[in-house]
Protein backbone atom coordinates (compact mmCIF):
# COMPACT_ATOMS: atom_id res chain seq x y z
CA UNK A 1 0.00 0.00 0.00
CA UNK A 2 2.57 2.63 1.39
CA UNK A 3 5.16 1.28 -1.33
CA UNK A 4 2.89 1.80 -4.44
CA UNK A 5 1.97 5.02 -3.05
CA UNK A 6 5.70 5.65 -3.12
CA UNK A 7 6.28 4.30 -6.80
CA UNK A 8 3.29 6.65 -7.72
CA UNK A 9 5.41 9.52 -6.01
CA UNK A 10 8.44 8.72 -7.80
CA UNK A 11 6.69 8.52 -11.02
CA UNK A 12 5.36 12.30 -10.61
CA UNK A 13 8.53 13.61 -9.17
CA UNK A 14 10.36 11.94 -12.28
CA UNK A 15 7.98 13.51 -14.73
CA UNK A 16 8.15 17.13 -13.06
CA UNK A 17 12.12 16.80 -13.30
CA UNK A 18 12.08 15.96 -17.09
CA UNK A 19 9.87 18.56 -17.83
CA UNK A 20 11.36 21.41 -15.35
CA UNK A 21 14.62 20.05 -17.02
CA UNK A 22 13.37 20.89 -20.80
CA UNK A 23 11.48 24.27 -20.13
CA UNK A 24 15.15 25.58 -18.37
CA UNK A 25 17.11 24.64 -21.20
CA UNK A 26 14.30 25.67 -23.70
CA UNK A 27 14.48 29.23 -22.10
CA UNK A 28 18.41 29.59 -21.47
CA UNK A 29 20.80 30.39 -24.04
CA UNK A 30 21.92 33.37 -26.74
CA UNK A 31 18.52 34.08 -27.73
CA UNK A 32 15.97 35.45 -25.19
CA UNK A 33 12.63 33.72 -25.41
CA UNK A 34 9.30 34.84 -23.66
CA UNK A 35 8.90 32.46 -21.34
CA UNK A 36 5.06 32.11 -21.66
CA UNK A 37 5.42 32.44 -25.38
CA UNK A 38 8.03 29.72 -25.35
CA UNK A 39 5.71 27.12 -22.70
CA UNK A 40 2.84 28.07 -25.03
CA UNK A 41 4.20 26.76 -27.81
CA UNK A 42 5.99 23.86 -26.33
CA UNK A 43 2.19 22.74 -25.61
CA UNK A 44 0.99 24.06 -28.59
CA UNK A 45 3.23 20.44 -30.11
CA UNK A 46 1.41 18.12 -28.05
CA UNK A 47 -1.80 16.28 -28.93
CA UNK A 48 -4.90 18.24 -28.21
CA UNK A 49 -3.77 21.17 -26.80
CA UNK A 50 -4.01 24.13 -29.20
CA UNK A 51 -2.19 27.96 -28.59
CA UNK A 52 -1.58 30.34 -30.13
CA UNK A 53 2.07 30.78 -28.95
CA UNK A 54 3.34 34.36 -30.12
CA UNK A 55 6.78 33.55 -30.76
CA UNK A 56 8.13 35.36 -34.23
CA UNK A 57 9.39 33.32 -36.87
CA UNK A 58 12.87 33.49 -35.68
CA UNK A 59 11.93 32.98 -31.67
CA UNK A 60 10.12 29.65 -33.33
CA UNK A 61 13.05 28.63 -35.06
CA UNK A 62 15.48 29.01 -32.32
CA UNK A 63 13.03 27.02 -30.24
CA UNK A 64 11.95 24.07 -32.42
CA UNK A 65 15.64 23.81 -35.05
CA UNK A 66 18.02 24.49 -32.35
CA UNK A 67 17.19 24.34 -29.01
CA UNK A 68 14.82 21.41 -28.97
CA UNK A 69 16.19 18.74 -31.26
CA UNK A 70 19.35 19.12 -28.55
CA UNK A 71 17.04 19.02 -26.21
CA UNK A 72 15.31 15.77 -27.18
CA UNK A 73 18.47 14.23 -28.12
CA UNK A 74 19.98 14.85 -24.56
CA UNK A 75 16.78 13.19 -23.33
CA UNK A 76 17.34 10.13 -25.08
CA UNK A 77 21.39 9.96 -24.70
CA UNK A 78 20.46 10.50 -21.04
CA UNK A 79 17.59 7.94 -20.46
CA UNK A 80 19.45 5.68 -22.40
CA UNK A 81 22.75 5.94 -20.52
CA UNK A 82 21.06 5.37 -17.13
CA UNK A 83 18.93 2.70 -18.48
CA UNK A 84 22.11 1.29 -19.39
CA UNK A 85 23.39 1.99 -16.20
CA UNK A 86 20.61 0.30 -14.38
CA UNK A 87 20.41 -2.96 -16.64
CA UNK A 88 24.28 -3.54 -15.72
CA UNK A 89 23.75 -2.91 -12.17
CA UNK A 90 21.20 -5.94 -12.14
CA UNK A 91 23.08 -8.63 -14.47
CA UNK A 92 25.93 -7.76 -12.00
CA UNK A 93 24.51 -7.43 -8.70
CA UNK A 94 26.94 -4.32 -8.35
CA UNK A 95 25.54 -0.76 -7.66
CA UNK A 96 28.88 0.50 -8.57
CA UNK A 97 29.26 -0.49 -12.43
CA UNK A 98 28.23 1.72 -15.32
CA UNK A 99 26.82 2.08 -18.79
CA UNK A 100 30.62 2.04 -20.13
CA UNK A 101 31.26 -1.41 -18.64
CA UNK A 102 32.63 -4.19 -20.72
CA UNK A 103 34.40 -2.30 -23.33
CA UNK A 104 31.74 -0.48 -24.27
CA UNK A 105 33.21 2.81 -23.61
CA UNK A 106 36.69 1.95 -24.87
CA UNK A 107 35.33 -0.06 -28.15
CA UNK A 108 33.38 3.43 -29.06
CA UNK A 109 36.51 5.28 -28.31
CA UNK A 110 38.34 2.79 -30.62
CA UNK A 111 36.15 3.01 -33.12
CA UNK A 112 35.45 6.57 -33.14
CA UNK A 113 39.28 7.46 -33.29
CA UNK A 114 40.18 4.47 -36.36
CA UNK A 115 37.45 6.88 -37.85
CA UNK A 116 38.38 10.42 -37.41
CA UNK A 117 41.93 9.30 -37.88
CA UNK A 118 41.85 6.90 -41.22
CA UNK A 119 38.49 7.41 -42.88
CA UNK A 120 38.09 11.40 -42.85
CA UNK A 121 37.18 10.83 -46.32
CA UNK A 122 33.99 9.27 -46.00
CA UNK A 123 33.16 12.38 -44.05
CA UNK A 124 31.97 13.07 -40.40
CA UNK A 125 29.03 10.50 -40.97
CA UNK A 126 31.32 7.53 -40.33
CA UNK A 127 32.50 8.68 -36.57
CA UNK A 128 29.15 7.55 -35.08
CA UNK A 129 28.33 4.78 -37.41
CA UNK A 130 32.12 3.58 -36.01
CA UNK A 131 31.60 4.70 -32.50
CA UNK A 132 28.47 3.02 -32.40
CA UNK A 133 30.18 -0.55 -33.67
CA UNK A 134 33.04 -0.49 -31.52
CA UNK A 135 30.83 -0.15 -28.22
CA UNK A 136 28.74 -3.42 -29.21
CA UNK A 137 32.77 -5.14 -30.62
CA UNK A 138 34.19 -4.20 -27.43
CA UNK A 139 30.64 -5.67 -25.05
CA UNK A 140 30.93 -8.54 -27.20
CA UNK A 141 34.54 -9.29 -27.20
CA UNK A 142 34.74 -8.86 -23.56
CA UNK A 143 31.42 -11.38 -23.05
CA UNK A 144 33.21 -13.77 -25.29
CA UNK A 145 36.18 -13.60 -23.60
CA UNK A 146 34.42 -13.57 -19.90
CA UNK A 147 32.25 -16.88 -20.72
CA UNK A 148 35.29 -18.57 -21.56
CA UNK A 149 36.29 -18.10 -18.24
CA UNK A 150 33.60 -19.69 -16.86
CA UNK A 151 29.96 -19.10 -15.67
CA UNK A 152 29.38 -15.61 -13.18
CA UNK A 153 29.57 -12.15 -12.56
CA UNK A 154 33.40 -11.59 -11.58
CA UNK A 155 34.49 -13.03 -14.49
CA UNK A 156 32.68 -11.51 -16.63
CA UNK A 157 33.91 -7.85 -14.97
CA UNK A 158 37.13 -8.77 -14.99
CA UNK A 159 37.09 -9.55 -18.50
CA UNK A 160 35.37 -6.24 -19.24
CA UNK A 161 38.39 -4.77 -17.86
CA UNK A 162 40.91 -6.38 -19.48
CA UNK A 163 38.90 -5.65 -22.74
CA UNK A 164 38.71 -1.90 -22.45
CA UNK A 165 42.78 -1.19 -21.12
CA UNK A 166 43.48 -3.43 -24.13
CA UNK A 167 41.26 -1.51 -26.89
CA UNK A 168 42.14 1.95 -24.85
CA UNK A 169 45.89 0.78 -25.36
CA UNK A 170 45.09 0.69 -29.04
CA UNK A 171 43.29 3.64 -29.40
CA UNK A 172 46.04 5.67 -27.77
CA UNK A 173 48.46 4.05 -29.89
CA UNK A 174 46.67 5.29 -33.13
CA UNK A 175 46.29 8.48 -31.92
CA UNK A 176 49.72 8.91 -30.90
CA UNK A 177 50.65 7.90 -34.31
CA UNK A 178 48.61 11.10 -35.98
CA UNK A 179 48.73 13.72 -33.50
CA UNK A 180 47.34 16.25 -35.74
CA UNK A 181 43.91 14.55 -35.45
CA UNK A 182 43.95 14.69 -31.31
CA UNK A 183 42.07 17.51 -30.66
CA UNK A 184 39.32 16.48 -32.95
CA UNK A 185 39.30 12.73 -31.48
CA UNK A 186 39.38 14.49 -27.76
CA UNK A 187 36.60 16.65 -28.42
CA UNK A 188 34.35 13.71 -29.40
CA UNK A 189 35.94 11.84 -26.23
CA UNK A 190 34.13 14.50 -23.81
CA UNK A 191 31.36 14.21 -25.24
CA UNK A 192 28.98 16.32 -26.87
CA UNK A 193 25.71 17.71 -28.56
CA UNK A 194 26.46 20.48 -29.73
CA UNK A 195 25.66 19.11 -33.32
CA UNK A 196 22.53 17.86 -32.42
CA UNK A 197 19.24 18.09 -35.18
CA UNK A 198 16.14 16.52 -35.86
CA UNK A 199 17.65 13.93 -38.34
CA UNK A 200 20.17 12.09 -35.86
CA UNK A 201 16.92 12.12 -33.01
CA UNK A 202 15.21 10.02 -35.66
CA UNK A 203 18.20 7.61 -36.67
CA UNK A 204 18.23 6.64 -33.30
CA UNK A 205 15.18 6.08 -32.30
CA UNK A 206 14.78 2.31 -33.66
CA UNK A 207 17.58 1.56 -31.84
CA UNK A 208 16.44 3.63 -28.43
CA UNK A 209 13.14 1.69 -28.76
CA UNK A 210 14.36 -1.48 -29.44
CA UNK A 211 16.85 -2.03 -26.44
CA UNK A 212 14.72 0.61 -23.93
CA UNK A 213 12.04 -2.41 -24.81
CA UNK A 214 13.86 -5.47 -23.95
CA UNK A 215 15.36 -4.17 -20.81
CA UNK A 216 11.80 -3.08 -19.65
CA UNK A 217 10.69 -6.28 -19.96
CA UNK A 218 13.32 -8.01 -17.87
CA UNK A 219 12.68 -6.03 -15.03
CA UNK A 220 11.10 -8.49 -12.93
CA UNK A 221 13.99 -10.97 -13.82
CA UNK A 222 16.84 -8.66 -12.42
CA UNK A 223 14.81 -8.96 -9.42
CA UNK A 224 14.71 -12.34 -9.34
CA UNK A 225 18.77 -12.54 -10.75
CA UNK A 226 19.51 -10.31 -7.25
CA UNK A 227 19.21 -13.69 -4.80
CA UNK A 228 22.10 -15.14 -6.96
CA UNK A 229 21.98 -17.26 -10.06
CA UNK A 230 21.67 -20.65 -7.88
CA UNK A 231 18.69 -20.02 -6.00
CA UNK A 232 17.53 -17.74 -9.67
CA UNK A 233 17.48 -21.15 -10.82
CA UNK A 234 15.33 -23.19 -8.35
CA UNK A 235 13.02 -20.50 -8.84
CA UNK A 236 13.13 -21.96 -12.51
CA UNK A 237 14.84 -19.29 -13.81
CA UNK A 238 17.75 -19.18 -16.69
CA UNK A 239 20.03 -16.52 -14.97
CA UNK A 240 22.39 -16.86 -18.34
CA UNK A 241 20.06 -16.26 -20.99
CA UNK A 242 18.13 -13.43 -18.94
CA UNK A 243 22.23 -11.92 -18.48
CA UNK A 244 22.85 -12.13 -22.19
CA UNK A 245 19.86 -10.17 -23.04
CA UNK A 246 20.01 -7.51 -21.00
CA UNK A 247 23.88 -7.43 -21.31
CA UNK A 248 23.26 -7.00 -25.32
CA UNK A 249 19.71 -4.78 -24.52
CA UNK A 250 22.04 -2.25 -22.27
CA UNK A 251 24.84 -2.67 -24.87
CA UNK A 252 22.44 -1.53 -27.62
CA UNK A 253 21.11 1.20 -25.48
CA UNK A 254 24.32 2.45 -24.38
CA UNK A 255 26.08 2.13 -28.10
CA UNK A 256 23.28 4.52 -29.36
CA UNK A 257 23.65 6.97 -26.87
CA UNK A 258 27.66 6.89 -27.36
CA UNK A 259 27.09 7.36 -31.20
CA UNK A 260 25.57 10.62 -31.13
CA UNK A 261 26.96 11.86 -28.02
CA UNK A 262 30.61 11.01 -27.50
CA UNK A 263 31.61 9.83 -24.20
CA UNK A 264 29.49 10.56 -21.03
CA UNK A 265 30.32 9.29 -17.67
CA UNK A 266 28.50 8.78 -14.47
CA UNK A 267 25.37 9.09 -15.57
CA UNK A 268 24.32 5.61 -15.29
CA UNK A 269 26.03 5.39 -11.65
CA UNK A 270 24.64 8.24 -10.40
CA UNK A 271 21.36 8.65 -11.76
CA UNK A 272 20.09 4.58 -10.94
CA UNK A 273 21.16 5.23 -7.66
CA UNK A 274 19.36 8.89 -6.81
CA UNK A 275 16.30 6.36 -7.78
CA UNK A 276 16.64 3.13 -5.49
CA UNK A 277 16.77 5.95 -2.77
CA UNK A 278 13.78 7.41 -4.08
CA UNK A 279 11.95 4.79 -5.14
CA UNK A 280 13.45 1.21 -3.56
CA UNK A 281 15.59 -1.39 -5.23
CA UNK A 282 13.11 -3.35 -7.41
CA UNK A 283 14.33 -3.37 -10.87
CA UNK A 284 10.51 -3.22 -12.32
CA UNK A 285 10.31 0.80 -10.92
CA UNK A 286 13.92 1.59 -10.72
CA UNK A 287 14.45 1.13 -14.86
CA UNK A 288 11.72 3.55 -16.12
CA UNK A 289 11.96 5.95 -13.29
CA UNK A 290 16.13 6.05 -14.31
CA UNK A 291 15.61 7.07 -17.66
CA UNK A 292 13.03 9.33 -16.90
CA UNK A 293 15.57 11.11 -14.49
CA UNK A 294 18.28 10.38 -16.69
CA UNK A 295 16.60 12.28 -19.48
CA UNK A 296 16.39 15.24 -17.07
CA UNK A 297 19.73 15.36 -15.94
CA UNK A 298 21.41 14.67 -19.21
CA UNK A 299 19.29 18.00 -20.50
CA UNK A 300 20.57 20.07 -17.34
CA UNK A 301 23.73 18.95 -17.81
CA UNK A 302 23.84 19.94 -21.16
CA UNK A 303 22.17 23.38 -20.56
CA UNK A 304 25.41 24.28 -18.19
CA UNK A 305 28.01 22.74 -21.05
CA UNK A 306 26.79 25.26 -23.41
CA UNK A 307 25.96 28.66 -20.87
CA UNK A 308 28.88 28.48 -18.22
CA UNK A 309 31.09 29.45 -21.03
CA UNK A 310 29.41 30.77 -23.75
CA UNK A 311 29.97 31.50 -26.06
CA UNK A 312 32.21 28.45 -25.28
CA UNK A 313 30.93 24.80 -24.66
CA UNK A 314 32.28 23.08 -22.01
CA UNK A 315 32.08 18.97 -23.15
CA UNK A 316 29.19 17.62 -21.47
CA UNK A 317 31.21 14.42 -20.38
CA UNK A 318 33.25 16.65 -18.09
CA UNK A 319 30.02 18.37 -16.73
CA UNK A 320 28.87 14.90 -15.61
CA UNK A 321 31.95 13.79 -14.27
CA UNK A 322 32.65 17.39 -12.50
CA UNK A 323 29.07 16.50 -10.65
CA UNK A 324 29.38 12.92 -10.88
CA UNK A 325 32.23 12.05 -9.39
CA UNK A 326 31.78 13.72 -5.69
CA UNK A 327 28.37 11.56 -5.94
CA UNK A 328 30.72 8.33 -6.65
CA UNK A 329 32.37 9.09 -3.30
CA UNK A 330 29.16 10.24 -1.52
CA UNK A 331 27.82 6.55 -2.91
CA UNK A 332 30.88 4.58 -1.68
CA UNK A 333 30.65 6.06 1.49
CA UNK A 334 26.69 5.49 1.87
CA UNK A 335 26.89 1.76 0.33
CA UNK A 336 29.93 0.81 2.99
CA UNK A 337 27.60 2.04 6.04
CA UNK A 338 24.35 0.34 5.00
CA UNK A 339 26.88 -2.94 4.04
CA UNK A 340 28.77 -3.22 7.90
CA UNK B 1 4.33 -44.08 -4.90
CA UNK B 2 7.12 -42.21 -3.25
CA UNK B 3 7.11 -38.86 -2.98
CA UNK B 4 10.37 -38.40 -4.00
CA UNK B 5 12.41 -41.75 -4.90
CA UNK B 6 16.78 -41.26 -5.37
CA UNK B 7 17.64 -44.96 -7.42
CA UNK B 8 21.68 -45.18 -7.76
CA UNK B 9 22.41 -41.57 -7.64
CA UNK B 10 26.17 -40.33 -8.32
CA UNK B 11 27.13 -36.57 -8.53
CA UNK B 12 30.67 -35.60 -9.64
CA UNK B 13 31.78 -32.16 -8.35
CA UNK B 14 34.91 -31.37 -11.22
CA UNK B 15 35.28 -34.95 -12.34
CA UNK B 16 35.75 -36.43 -8.44
CA UNK B 17 32.61 -38.94 -7.44
CA UNK B 18 31.69 -37.08 -4.57
CA UNK B 19 27.72 -38.92 -4.47
CA UNK B 20 28.00 -42.40 -5.11
CA UNK B 21 24.76 -45.15 -5.61
CA UNK B 22 22.84 -43.40 -3.47
CA UNK B 23 18.99 -45.13 -3.21
CA UNK B 24 16.55 -44.32 -0.95
CA UNK B 25 12.96 -42.80 -0.37
CA UNK B 26 10.46 -40.81 1.39
CA UNK B 27 6.94 -41.08 1.15
CA UNK B 28 4.47 -38.20 0.93
CA UNK B 29 3.92 -35.99 4.01
CA UNK B 30 7.58 -37.67 5.53
CA UNK B 31 10.54 -35.91 6.78
CA UNK B 32 13.97 -37.48 5.70
CA UNK B 33 16.99 -36.44 7.54
CA UNK B 34 20.71 -36.55 5.07
CA UNK B 35 23.11 -37.01 7.79
CA UNK B 36 26.69 -38.01 7.72
CA UNK B 37 30.34 -35.65 8.48
CA UNK B 38 32.00 -32.81 6.64
CA UNK B 39 32.34 -33.76 3.05
CA UNK B 40 29.82 -36.88 3.16
CA UNK B 41 28.37 -35.34 0.36
CA UNK B 42 25.20 -34.36 2.18
CA UNK B 43 24.79 -30.57 0.36
CA UNK B 44 26.13 -32.38 -2.81
CA UNK B 45 22.87 -34.57 -2.89
CA UNK B 46 20.77 -32.18 -2.28
CA UNK B 47 21.67 -29.75 -4.85
CA UNK B 48 21.50 -32.61 -7.29
CA UNK B 49 17.65 -33.44 -6.40
CA UNK B 50 16.88 -29.76 -6.78
CA UNK B 51 17.87 -29.63 -10.48
CA UNK B 52 21.61 -27.71 -9.31
CA UNK B 53 23.83 -30.52 -10.53
CA UNK B 54 23.83 -33.37 -13.16
CA UNK B 55 23.46 -36.60 -11.77
CA UNK B 56 23.79 -40.12 -12.45
CA UNK B 57 21.10 -42.46 -11.65
CA UNK B 58 17.45 -41.18 -11.48
CA UNK B 59 15.66 -39.04 -9.22
CA UNK B 60 12.04 -39.33 -9.58
CA UNK B 61 9.27 -36.58 -7.94
CA UNK B 62 5.83 -38.80 -7.68
CA UNK B 63 6.75 -41.24 -10.26
CA UNK B 64 8.42 -38.50 -12.83
CA UNK B 65 11.65 -38.63 -13.71
CA UNK B 66 13.34 -34.88 -12.67
CA UNK B 67 15.23 -35.08 -16.07
CA UNK B 68 11.95 -34.34 -18.30
CA UNK B 69 11.11 -31.73 -16.02
CA UNK B 70 11.72 -27.85 -17.49
CA UNK B 71 13.13 -26.29 -15.01
CA UNK B 72 9.97 -24.32 -14.99
CA UNK B 73 7.99 -27.45 -13.95
CA UNK B 74 10.73 -28.60 -11.43
CA UNK B 75 10.71 -24.96 -9.54
CA UNK B 76 6.68 -25.48 -8.78
CA UNK B 77 7.33 -28.93 -7.48
CA UNK B 78 10.06 -28.47 -5.29
CA UNK B 79 11.63 -25.70 -3.60
CA UNK B 80 14.85 -25.43 -2.37
CA UNK B 81 16.48 -23.15 0.85
CA UNK B 82 20.59 -22.99 0.31
CA UNK B 83 22.49 -23.07 3.50
CA UNK B 84 23.25 -19.48 3.38
CA UNK B 85 20.65 -17.77 1.42
CA UNK B 86 21.30 -14.47 -0.81
CA UNK B 87 18.97 -11.67 0.69
CA UNK B 88 19.60 -8.19 -1.43
CA UNK B 89 19.91 -6.06 1.21
CA UNK B 90 17.99 -3.34 0.27
CA UNK B 91 14.71 -5.58 -1.20
CA UNK B 92 11.79 -6.08 1.17
CA UNK B 93 10.36 -8.75 2.83
CA UNK B 94 7.29 -8.85 0.69
CA UNK B 95 8.98 -8.67 -2.40
CA UNK B 96 11.17 -11.20 -1.50
CA UNK B 97 8.64 -13.76 -0.68
CA UNK B 98 6.84 -12.54 -3.67
CA UNK B 99 9.94 -14.35 -5.44
CA UNK B 100 8.77 -17.85 -4.69
CA UNK B 101 6.10 -17.16 -7.33
CA UNK B 102 8.00 -16.75 -10.05
CA UNK B 103 7.70 -20.62 -11.39
CA UNK B 104 4.28 -19.34 -12.15
CA UNK B 105 4.83 -16.65 -14.23
CA UNK B 106 4.78 -15.87 -17.89
CA UNK B 107 8.22 -14.61 -19.30
CA UNK B 108 6.56 -10.96 -20.16
CA UNK B 109 4.40 -11.27 -17.24
CA UNK B 110 4.39 -10.00 -13.54
CA UNK B 111 2.67 -11.23 -10.15
CA UNK B 112 -1.21 -11.12 -10.45
CA UNK B 113 -4.05 -10.69 -7.56
CA UNK B 114 -4.00 -14.78 -7.04
CA UNK B 115 0.27 -14.94 -6.80
CA UNK B 116 0.02 -11.93 -4.20
CA UNK B 117 -2.53 -14.13 -2.49
CA UNK B 118 -0.45 -16.49 -2.16
CA UNK B 119 2.44 -15.21 -0.97
CA UNK B 120 0.50 -13.11 1.68
CA UNK B 121 -0.72 -16.53 3.05
CA UNK B 122 3.14 -17.98 3.23
CA UNK B 123 4.24 -14.61 5.04
CA UNK B 124 0.72 -15.07 7.02
CA UNK B 125 1.85 -18.75 7.93
CA UNK B 126 5.50 -18.06 8.72
CA UNK B 127 4.79 -14.83 10.91
CA UNK B 128 6.75 -12.26 8.67
CA UNK B 129 3.59 -10.13 7.10
CA UNK B 130 3.84 -7.83 10.05
CA UNK B 131 7.18 -6.83 8.86
CA UNK B 132 6.48 -7.08 5.22
CA UNK B 133 7.52 -3.59 4.69
CA UNK B 134 11.03 -3.86 5.81
CA UNK B 135 14.43 -4.39 4.60
CA UNK B 136 16.15 -7.77 4.63
CA UNK B 137 19.31 -6.22 5.64
CA UNK B 138 17.32 -5.27 9.24
CA UNK B 139 16.04 -8.66 9.97
CA UNK B 140 17.82 -11.09 12.41
CA UNK B 141 18.71 -14.14 11.83
CA UNK B 142 15.68 -16.08 13.11
CA UNK B 143 13.79 -13.58 10.98
CA UNK B 144 15.74 -14.17 7.88
CA UNK B 145 15.08 -17.76 7.89
CA UNK B 146 11.79 -17.45 8.48
CA UNK B 147 11.22 -15.31 5.21
CA UNK B 148 13.34 -17.62 3.21
CA UNK B 149 11.03 -20.54 4.70
CA UNK B 150 7.83 -17.73 3.30
CA UNK B 151 9.52 -17.56 -0.08
CA UNK B 152 9.91 -21.27 -0.53
CA UNK B 153 6.21 -21.60 0.44
CA UNK B 154 4.98 -19.30 -1.34
CA UNK B 155 6.55 -21.85 -4.29
CA UNK B 156 3.47 -23.96 -3.62
CA UNK B 157 5.81 -26.97 -3.94
CA UNK B 158 5.40 -30.65 -2.82
CA UNK B 159 8.77 -31.57 -1.98
CA UNK B 160 11.01 -28.76 0.60
CA UNK B 161 14.62 -29.40 0.48
CA UNK B 162 16.62 -27.52 3.51
CA UNK B 163 20.34 -27.72 3.98
CA UNK B 164 21.31 -26.97 6.92
CA UNK B 165 17.87 -24.96 8.05
CA UNK B 166 19.78 -24.65 11.73
CA UNK B 167 23.22 -23.55 11.35
CA UNK B 168 23.29 -19.99 11.68
CA UNK B 169 20.64 -20.14 14.82
CA UNK B 170 20.68 -20.79 18.13
CA UNK B 171 19.03 -23.38 19.77
CA UNK B 172 16.10 -21.84 20.85
CA UNK B 173 15.52 -20.68 16.87
CA UNK B 174 16.70 -23.82 15.57
CA UNK B 175 13.87 -25.45 17.67
CA UNK B 176 11.22 -22.95 16.70
CA UNK B 177 12.19 -23.12 13.04
CA UNK B 178 11.65 -26.87 13.10
CA UNK B 179 9.01 -27.36 14.90
CA UNK B 180 7.25 -24.84 12.08
CA UNK B 181 8.52 -26.95 9.22
CA UNK B 182 7.14 -29.92 11.47
CA UNK B 183 3.72 -28.09 11.59
CA UNK B 184 3.89 -27.02 7.40
CA UNK B 185 4.25 -30.46 6.72
CA UNK B 186 1.54 -32.03 8.42
CA UNK B 187 -0.68 -28.95 7.62
CA UNK B 188 0.13 -28.92 3.84
CA UNK B 189 1.00 -32.67 3.02
CA UNK B 190 4.47 -31.53 2.40
CA UNK B 191 7.26 -33.87 2.15
CA UNK B 192 10.72 -32.46 3.87
CA UNK B 193 14.01 -33.26 3.06
CA UNK B 194 16.77 -31.73 5.53
CA UNK B 195 20.26 -32.11 5.97
CA UNK B 196 21.25 -31.81 9.52
CA UNK B 197 24.03 -31.48 11.24
CA UNK B 198 23.31 -32.34 14.77
CA UNK B 199 22.57 -36.00 15.39
CA UNK B 200 19.61 -35.56 18.07
CA UNK B 201 17.86 -33.07 16.49
CA UNK B 202 17.76 -34.61 13.02
CA UNK B 203 16.45 -38.21 15.15
CA UNK B 204 14.00 -36.03 17.02
CA UNK B 205 12.17 -34.38 13.79
CA UNK B 206 12.94 -36.80 10.69
CA UNK B 207 10.84 -39.76 10.64
CA UNK B 208 13.78 -41.07 8.48
CA UNK B 209 17.49 -40.98 8.65
CA UNK B 210 19.69 -41.53 5.79
CA UNK B 211 23.58 -41.61 6.87
CA UNK B 212 26.50 -40.68 4.10
CA UNK B 213 29.67 -41.92 4.41
CA UNK B 214 31.91 -40.83 2.11
CA UNK B 215 29.32 -40.23 -0.63
CA UNK B 216 27.93 -43.63 -0.07
CA UNK B 217 24.54 -44.90 2.28
CA UNK B 218 26.28 -45.92 5.38
CA UNK B 219 23.20 -46.70 7.06
CA UNK B 220 19.43 -45.73 6.78
CA UNK B 221 15.91 -46.28 8.46
CA UNK B 222 14.37 -45.20 11.53
CA UNK B 223 16.75 -43.31 14.08
CA UNK B 224 17.49 -45.70 16.65
CA UNK B 225 18.58 -47.64 14.02
CA UNK B 226 20.76 -45.59 12.84
CA UNK B 227 21.96 -43.58 15.53
CA UNK B 228 23.78 -46.00 17.53
CA UNK B 229 26.93 -45.27 19.19
CA UNK B 230 29.20 -47.80 17.46
CA UNK B 231 27.92 -46.53 13.93
CA UNK B 232 28.65 -42.76 15.06
CA UNK B 233 32.10 -44.05 16.21
CA UNK B 234 32.88 -45.93 13.17
CA UNK B 235 31.38 -42.73 10.57
CA UNK B 236 32.90 -39.79 12.54
CA UNK B 237 35.33 -41.00 14.36
CA UNK B 238 33.74 -39.47 17.26
CA UNK B 239 33.23 -40.60 20.97
CA UNK B 240 29.30 -40.65 21.87
CA UNK B 241 27.04 -41.65 24.02
CA UNK B 242 23.04 -42.92 22.86
CA UNK B 243 20.71 -42.41 25.55
CA UNK B 244 17.07 -42.17 25.01
CA UNK B 245 14.88 -39.75 26.02
CA UNK B 246 11.09 -39.96 27.15
CA UNK B 247 9.59 -40.75 23.80
CA UNK B 248 12.41 -43.36 23.10
CA UNK B 249 14.50 -41.46 20.39
CA UNK B 250 17.87 -41.53 20.75
CA UNK B 251 19.76 -38.53 22.16
CA UNK B 252 23.58 -38.38 21.32
CA UNK B 253 25.91 -37.17 23.68
CA UNK B 254 29.38 -36.22 22.94
CA UNK B 255 31.88 -37.71 25.07
CA UNK B 256 35.41 -35.98 25.75
CA UNK B 257 38.72 -37.79 25.30
CA UNK B 258 41.03 -38.59 28.05
CA UNK B 259 41.71 -35.31 30.20
CA UNK B 260 45.36 -34.33 30.49
CA UNK B 261 45.26 -33.63 34.33
CA UNK B 262 47.94 -30.85 34.30
CA UNK B 263 47.77 -30.56 38.16
CA UNK B 264 48.18 -33.70 39.51
CA UNK B 265 50.81 -34.87 41.25
Same mark, same amino acid.
Given at each position: MSASRRTVRAYGTAVAFLA???????LVGAADLNPWATVAALLDRLPFIDLHAGLGPLDRAVLFQI???? $??????????????? %???????????? !? &? =??????AGAGLGATVAIVYLGGIGPEAVPVAAFVGSLAGVA???? %? =???????? /????? %???? @????? *?? $? +??????? &???DIQQVYSW??? &??? *???? #????? $???? /?????? $???????????????DEEARTLGMSPGRVRLLVVAACALAAATAVAVSGLIGFVGIIVPHAVRRLAGSSYR?????????????????? *????????????????? @? %???GCPVFVLILRTTRSVRT | MSALALDRV??????????LDVSCAVESGGWLAVIGPNGAGKSTLLRAVAG??? #??? @?????????? &????????????????NPVLPADMTVAEYVLLGRTPYLGYLGGPGRHDRLVA???????????? =?????? *??????? +????? /????? +??????????????? !???????VLDLVDELRHAQGLTVVTTLHDLTTAGQYADRLVLLDAGRVGASGAAPEVLTAALISQVYSARVQVTSDDRGRPVVTPLRGPEHNAGAS
Amino acid at each position: MSASRRTVRAYGTAVAFLAAAVLVSALVGAADLNPWATVAALLDRLPFIDLHAGLGPLDRAVLFQIRMPR $IVLGALVGGLLSLAG %AGYQGVFRNPLV !D &S =GLLGASAGAGLGATVAIVYLGGIGPEAVPVAAFVGSLAGVAVAYA %A =GAAGGPGT /ATLLL %AGLA @TGMFL *TA $I +QTLVLQR &STQDIQQVYSWLLG &SLA *TADW #HQVVE $ILPY /AGVSTL $IVLVHGRHLDVLSVGDEEARTLGMSPGRVRLLVVAACALAAATAVAVSGLIGFVGIIVPHAVRRLAGSSYRVVLPLAMLFGAGFLVLAD *TLARTVLAPGELPIGVV @T %ALIGCPVFVLILRTTRSVRT | MSALALDRVGVDLDGTPVVLDVSCAVESGGWLAVIGPNGAGKSTLLRAVAGLLP #HRG @TVALEGVDTR &SLRARELARLVAFVPQNPVLPADMTVAEYVLLGRTPYLGYLGGPGRHDRLVADRAADRLDVARF =GGRRLA *TLSGGER +QRAVL /ARALA +QEPRLLLLDEPTSAL !DIGHQQQVLDLVDELRHAQGLTVVTTLHDLTTAGQYADRLVLLDAGRVGASGAAPEVLTAALISQVYSARVQVTSDDRGRPVVTPLRGPEHNAGAS
